[in-house]
C-alpha cells in the first residue's frame, strides 16, 4: 500500500498538523519508503495468533474508586500558554 | 605566580581524577569521608562548564539545586546516615519530569514546561541522596538514533577516530546520556529505551546500558512515546555501576497500572558470581548480510570469555527476528501519534495563534515538532485511520505476539541468556548523508535492540572492544523477564575480559 499527496494532506488533518505543499510533496515519498519497509510483515502467517495486548502477563491492578488526588488547578495551569481564573483559554469555539 | 599556576594544575588534576571515578569509588570514597559531594558535584559543575560547548549534553545545568543537594548528603554522611546513591551527582535525560526544572523531551512544542511533579524513577533517586546535575539532551520525544532530531542541536561524541577529527553522533536517543557518562560529565545518567535508546549509544559511547524488563521501572512522569514498549533504565561506566542505579530507579508504583508488585533484588550482589554450567544462547538470524567483519569477530570473541568463564554456548534460533523492526515501526508510530494528540498548544507549552481552534492545533503542532516526530505521528495517524487498522496495526500486534513466543521457546529449552552484537557498526558522523536520505537506514540501528522492547526482556550493551579506527563497539545480553541478575552477572565477565575503554579527551 502506498499513500499519494492527497492521502498525505488528509492525513495530516487527521494529526492535526498544517503542512504546506512542498512539505506534503516531500513527506509522501518519506511515508512511501517508510511503508514500503513494513510492508514485509505481508510475508508472515499470522492465522491464528493472537495479537498482544500486554507484553508482561499481569491482571490489570485496581484501586479503591474514591478520590485521592485533587484540589490543584493552580498546578494544572500554571505551564498554560493562556489560562484565566483556573481555566484555560481557547479561540472561541461555539458561535 | 609560579605557585598559583601550579595549584591551578593541582587543582585540575584533582577535578579529573573525581570525575573519573565511578559509582561504586566515589561512594566508598564518600562514605570513608576522603571526599565530599560538594567538592564532586563542583568538580562535575566544572567539567561541564568547560565540555558542554563541544559535547553539548546537557540542555540544563541545574548547578544551585546541586550545590543544595550536595551540602545536605555531605550533612547526612557526616552523621554516618545516607541512602545507596548518597551524594553521587547524575544526569537526568530531558523525557523525566523533574520538578520546577526545564521537562521538554527536546522538543519546541514543550516550550518552557517546568512540571508541577517528579517522575517517580527521579523521586526514587532523590530519596536515595542522589544529586541532580541537569537535564540531558536527547533526540525529540525519543525519537531517533542519533541524537541529531534534538531541538537543542545535536551532542558530539567523545569518541573519535584514531586518524581523523571527524564529529561523530552518540547515537540516541539517550545521546546526551551516554556523551555525558563518557565525557565524564556525571557519574552516572538515567535514559529510556522504546527500540535501542539506552542500548546502542551505551555501545556508541564505550558505556554500560541497561534496559529493564517492562514494568520493572514506573513510567510515571517520564513523556510517553510509546507507551507500550517504553522503559527507564541506566546508563554508566561499568556493569557495577549500572547494577547500583537500577536498584534505586526500580520500584512498584500503584500510579502506573504496568509496574509489576516485585520486590526489587540487590542487582549488585549478583556481580561477581559465577556463570559456571550457564547455557548461552546465540541466535543465528542475528549474523546479517553485509555486517562489517569486526562486529562478527567481536561477537566471536563474547563467545569465547564465555566458555572461557564455564558457560555453555548453544545455537538458538529466533525464526521472526526479520520482522521485529517493520513491526516496531507500525506499533511506535501509532501509539506515538495517540500520545502526541496532548500537544495542542492549550495546556502547556508552545502556542501558535490561528484563526480557530483547529487552526490554532494544526498551527502550534506544525511549528511545535521537528521533522521526524511528524513523520512518525503521521504513520502513527495512518495506521489507525479506518481501513487500515487490521492490514497495518492488528497484524503487527500478532507478528510481536511471535517474536515474543520465539523468546519463550529457547528460554524453555533451558537458555540462561543471548549473546548478540549490540549495534550493526560502530558511531557514524553527524549529517549523514545516506542517513539523512532514508529514514529506514537510520532505523536499522536498532536492528539488534528493537526485538527485545517488543518482547518486554531485559537487555543490557556493555562494552567489548574497539574497531580498526579506534571506536568502542558493544555486546547484547538478552534475559528472561525479570532476570536482570544473569544479565549483570553475565556482562561482568565481558566487561572483565574486555576492559573498561576511555575517550581520549580532545575538548
Not at chain 1, 500558554?81 to 483559554?89: H, I
Not at chain 2, 546526551?176 to 546502542?200: E, F, M, N
Request: glycine fraction near 8%; include cysteine.
Amino acid at each position: 500500500m502506498s499513500v499519494d499527496l492527497a492521502t498525505v494532506k488528509r492525513v495530516a488533518h487527521l494529526a492535526r498538523i498544517a503542512v504546506s505543499d512542498d512539505e506534503a510533496a516531500k513527506m509522501e515519498g518519506e511515508l512511501n519508503t517508510i511503508l514500503g519497509f513494513v510492508e514485509q510483515l505481508n510475508e508472515v502467517d499470522v492465522e491464528g495468533v493472537e495479537a498482544m495486548t500486554s507484553v508482561m502477563p499481569m491482571p490489570m491492578k485496581k484501586r479503591e474508586d474514591v478520590v485521592n488526588d485533587g484540589g490543584k488547578a493552580d498546578d494544572i495551569v500554571a505551564n498554560a500558554p493562556e489560562s484565566d481564573e483556573n481555566f484555560f483559554l481557547v479561540p472561541k469555539v461555539v458561535e | 605566580m609560579t605557585r598559583n599556576v601550579r595549584r591551578l594544575k593541582s587543582d585540575h588534576k584533582n577535578m579529573t581524577e573525581l570525575t573519573r571515578l565511578t559509582i561504586a569509588e566515589a561512594r566508598e570514597k564518600l562514605q570513608s569521608k576522603d571526599i565530599t559531594s560538594a567538592e564532586l558535584t563542583s568538580a562535575y559543575l566544572a567539567a561541564i562548564e568547560a565540555a558542554n560547548p563541544f559535547i553539548n549534553a546537557y540542555v540544563a545545568v541545574t548547578a544551585d539545586l546541586a550545590r543544595e543537594q550536595a551540602k545536605r548528603s555531605d550533612d547526612r554522611l557526616a552523621k554516618g546516615e545516607g541512602g545507596a546513591l548518597e551524594g553521587i551527582p547524575l544526569g537526568i535525560k530531558d523525557l523525566f519530569g523533574t520538578e520546577g526544572v526545564h521537562t521538554q523531551a527536546c522538543s519546541h512544542i514543550l516550550d518552557g514546561f517546568k512540571p508541577r511533579y517528579e517522575s517517580t524513577v527521579t523521586s526514587n533517586l532523590w530519596a536515595d541522596g542522589a544529586v541532580m546535575l541537569g537535564k540531558l539532551n536527547m533526540d525529540e520525544f525519543a525519537m531517533g538514533s542519533s541524537n541529531e532530531t534534538s531541538y537543542y542541536g545535536p551532542v558530539t561524541n567523545p569518541w573519535r577516530g584514531r586518524d581523523n577529527n571527524k564529529a561523530l553522533v552518540p547515537g540516541g536517543s539517550s545521546g546526551g546520556s551516554a556523551s555525558a557518562v563518557a565525557a565524564h560529565l556525571c557519574a552516572g545518567a538515567t535514559a529510556t529505551d522504546t527500540g535501542g535508546s539506552i542500548r546502542q549509544p551505551a555501545a556508541f559511547t564505550g558505556t554500560v546500558g541497561i534496559k529493564p524488563t517492562y514494568g520493572r521501572c514506573s513510567r510515571w512522569g517520564i513523556v510517553a512515546f510509546a507507551s507500550s514498549l517504553d522503559q527507564a533504565g541506566p546508563i554508566t561506566r561499568s556493569v557495577r555501576d549500572s547494577a547500583i542505579m537500577l536498584k534505586s530507579m526500580a520500584s512498584s508504583d500503584p500510579k502506573d497500572t504496568t509496574s509489576v508488585d516485585m520486590p526489587v533484588p540487590d542487582y549488585e550482589a549478583a556481580i561477581g558470581g559465577s556463570i559456571r554450567g550457564m547455557r548461552i544462547g546465540i541466535p543465528k538470524e542475528y549474523r546479517l548480510d553485509g555486517m562489517p567483519q569486526e562486529i562478527d569477530t567481536l561477537w566471536q570473541k563474547g563467545i569465547e570469555w564465555m566458555k572461557d568463564a564455564g558457560a555453555e554456548i548453544v545455537r538458538i534460533s529466533l525464526p521472526h527476528t526479520h520482522y521485529a523492526l517493520p513491526a516496531y515501526y507500525i506499533v511506535a508510530p501509532a501509539e506515538a501519534s495517540s500520545n502526541l494528540a496532548r500537544y495542542d498548544g492549550v495546556r502547556y507549552g508552545l502556542r501558535k495563534p490561528g484563526n480557530d481552534i483547529v487552526d490554532m492545533y494544526e498551527k502550534t503542532r506544525a511549528a511545535g515538532f521537528g521533522p521526524e516526530v511528524k513523520r512518525r505521528v503521521l504513520i502513527g495517524t495512518y495506521v489507525l485511520s479506518a481501513g487500515y487498522y487490521d492490514a497495518y496495526y492488528l497484524r503487527a500486534q500478532k507478528v510481536r505476539t511471535l517474536i515474543k513466543r520465539d523468546f519463550e521457546t529457547v528460554f524453555n529449552d533451558g537458555v540462561d541468556a543471548i549473546l548478540t552484537p549490540a549495534t550493526p557498526s560502530a558511531a557514524f558522523g553527524i549529517a549523514d548523508q545516506d542517513m539523512a536520505a532514508d529514514p529506514v537506514k537510520m532505523y536499522l540501528n536498532d536492528i539488534f535492540t528493537v526485538t527485545v522492547n517488543m518482547a518486554g526482556l531485559p537487555g543490557i550493551a556493555v562494552p567489548a572492544g574497539l574497531d580498526d579506527s579506534g571506536l568502542p563497539l558493544g555486546l547484547q545480553l538478552i534475559g528472561k523477564p525479570f532476570d536482570e541478575e544473569t544479565l549483570f552477572r553475565t556482562a561482568n565477565v565481558i566487561e572483565q575480559a574486555a576492559g573498561q575503554f576511555t575517550a581520549d579527551k580532545w575538548w
